[in-house]
């Protein structure tokens, strides 16, 4: 399980979607992920699917990778459409004990699995295509106007970063003391959950402790580089927009126009 959580990983690539400028993949995802929320109709997710099933194309990630990075929430799906299902008022369809299974419950339950499924692929579709250095200047920028208000907006971009880099990392590192332990006869398969919620504490306490030890680490080889924040500081790689950028800010803004009118000609 936690070899598919694939986000905060980046795979290199000649892509056109690899070459668009970091900022304009963060605004085209962001517009994506307004969209899907404000949605409200089967065409609408259809063309939300149809964009981002092209832009993996395009990128060249395999799809099954994109599909690995919601395994890990399969749990949260069911259980959001569950709840969605059963305590949403409407037409009812079925009744037992406390609970009502209502048309406009099974509605909202596929839809709320459909925005969860969109939001996570096209976030990792984003980590996937950029390097968390790119991240991390491309968010320096976009919120610049913020440091008139002096808010440490080069400090937020960092660890920002930093936690999304490091998340690949912990992972590994999860899976290497779940390893060790089970070698030591450890067990977290069986039992009740309260026994397998036990049986987590020897991993936590080994992981909390490399945790601390690399943030350590990184502090003190930031200071031997004398890192003092983002004031002064130069970028070794300058991005510019390019015609392809405003392309693209056309296109994606199409699609998500597209996705929110859509119920409105489908209810015409």
């Known amino acids: 399980m936690l070899k598919d959580i694939t986000l905060g990983q980046f795979f290199p690539g000649k892509s056109a979607i690899h070459r668009l400028d970091p900022r304009t993949k963060i605004i085209c995802v962001m517009a994506f992920v307004v969209s899907i929320f404000v949605s409200s109709s089967f065409l609408g997710y259809g063309i939300s699917f149809a ?8 990128s060249g990630i395999s799809p099954k990778t994109v599909l690995k990075s919601l395994k890990p929430l399969i749990f949260i799906l069911i259980f959001t459409g569950i709840l969605n299902m059963l305590y949403t008022p409407g037409r009812e369809l079925a009744s037992f004990w406390i ?6 419950g099974i509605r909202n339950a596929v839809f709320m699995i459909l925005r969860i499924v969109l939001l996570i692929a096209s976030t990792s579709m984003l980590t996937y295509t950029t390097s968390p250095i790119a991240l991390t200047d491309a968010l320096e920028r976009l919120l610049s106007p913020l440091k008139k208000l002096k808010v440490p907006v080069h400090e937020f971009a960092m660890m920002m970063t930093i936690a999304l880099r490091f998340i690949p990392t912990l992972i590994e590192e999860t899976d290497k003391i779940m390893s060790a332990q089970k070698a030591r006869g450890a067990d977290f398969d069986s039992g009740s959950l309260m026994d397998r919620a036990k049986a987590l504490v020897p991993i936590l306490v080994p992981l909390f402790v490399s945790a601390f030890r690399r ?3 990184l502090a003190t080889a930031m200071e031997c580089r004398l890192y003092h924040g983002g004031e002064g500081r130069t970028r070794l790689n300058t991005t510019v927009m390019t015609s392809l950028d405003f392309r693209a800010f056309v296109l994606v803004g199409l699609i998500c126009l597209a996705s929110c009118l859509s119920g409105r000609v489908v209810s015409f």
């Open 51 to 58: 964009f981002l099933g092209v832009c993996i194309k395009i």
């Open 99 to 104: 609970f009502t299974i209502t048309a406009e």
């Open 215 to 217: 943030a350590d680490e």
